[in-house]
């Protein structure tokens, strides 16, 4: 597949697979669902949620206590954690899904230096990316302000919550019901809405979700890999469309050359990109389907060109990258000259590594229309 789009995918493995506790990374508190009830942590599943300890609230209306009978999330996130910003767009749409069936979102920020929380949510997009109530830990005097407070004293370390994002869904009765990954969120969440989610059995749940999942990446063939996720998009649809797992439907559909069911879908993806001025989205699948190193046998290139000129128009036609990746939709689609154009546009704008790539894409071009290829 292409460079770009596997990326982007790889990029979104990283974002979910190092909390499966079947495998990677953060695996430490989820593998207390599976022990005896006496190693179970400090502060779990079906326990009383303990109070919010909130110094600042940057975002949304301040809540001082659980009210009984709504739903809340209470997720932990830093301006410095890739995953916790990667993420935001699922947690705001959430908001945006449940808030009206009595669901509060909460984005808390733990470990980090509160003077960088400002800049994040103003330089760096976070007051967008964040469509939920947010705020800053009520810090500990004499504590190092970037290590610990009040809401990981509380909550984090009894929970043995050993990184971030981690999330807690906190029931209609004021207890826990959930703790872990905020990617697995709305089967708990909606779980609690409807009275289908039990506090004793539900985090096995989430394990044979987490199993599911991680047969999709692992599984042998494209076949195999596409076959396993379609499964888990039947039993747990809310957490498969999420983005991150939209691509890898994506990525594998083009694989196994089911074009018809991989046009539909990018459609779908391209249109949602489109209102979101999400350039990287619009790019990696143009890219995807005119990519000379991929294997793209019925190329979609309307719908390439739909995304690549909308990526092009969000940048100001001065993405080194995106021009790279129009230029090669038009150079396929035969418009030659305009995509020589294009391309020495992009080398125009291009910096570091990239450029070399990019002049010798423009080459290429001049040297096939000099000798009539």
Request: net charge negative; proline share 5%.
């Amino acid at each position: 597949m292409n460079k770009k789009l596997l990326s982007t995918l790889c990029a979104a493995a990283a974002f979910a697979m190092p909390f499966s506790s079947t495998a990677l990374g953060q695996a430490e508190a989820q593998e207390k669902v599976a022990q005896p009830e006496e190693k179970r942590p400090a502060l779990w599943v079906g326990d009383d949620a303990p109070a919010l300890s909130i110094g600042e609230w940057i975002k949304g209306e301040p809540i001082t206590g659980f009210e009984k009978g709504r739903v809340y999330v209470v997720e932990f996130w830093a301006t410095w954690c890739g995953p916790c910003i990667a993420g935001m767009p699922h947690l705001s749409e959430m908001q945006k899904t449940y808030g009206k069936k009595g669901v509060t979102i909460i984005g808390v920020n733990v470990w980090d230096d509160p003077s960088k929380v400002e800049p994040f949510m103003k330089n760096k997009g976070g007051n967008d990316l964040m469509q939920y109530t947010v705020g800053i830990e009520q810090k500990i005097e004499g504590e190092d302000v970037s290590r610990t407070g009040e809401m990981d004293r509380a909550w984090m370390k009894p929970a043995e919550q050993r990184g971030i994002p981690a999330s807690f869904v906190v029931d209609k009765a004021g207890k826990i019901a959930y703790v872990g990954h905020p990617m697995w969120l709305d089967i708990p969440v909606q779980g609690v809405l409807d009275g289908t989610w039990n506090s004793k059995t539900g985090m096995a749940k989430i394990k044979e979700a987490e199993a599911m999942l991680m047969k999709a990446y692992r599984a042998g063939s494209p076949e195999e890999r596409l076959e396993a996720f379609d499964a888990f998009e039947a039993k747990y649809p809310a957490v498969a469309h999420q983005s991150m797992f939209t691509s890898m439907k994506l990525d594998l559909l083009m694989a196994t050359k089911q074009y018809s069911r991989a046009w539909d879908l990018a459609g779908k993806l391209v249109d949602e990109a489109i209102k979101k001025d999400d350039v990287q989205t619009l790019n990696s699948i143009a890219w995807s389907i005119v990519d000379p190193e991929g294997d793209v046998s019925e190329p979609n290139l309307p719908l390439a060109l739909k995304a690549a000129r909308a990526a092009n128009a969000a940048t100001g036609e001065e993405d080194a990258a995106i021009l790279d990746t129009l230029a090669r939709v038009y150079w396929n689609m035969g418009e030659k000259s305009h995509a020589i154009e294009l391309q020495r546009k992009a080398v125009e704008h291009a910096e570091g590594p990239m450029k070399a790539g990019i002049e010798g894409a423009l080459k290429e071009y001049e040297e096939a229309v000099r000798t009539g290829g």
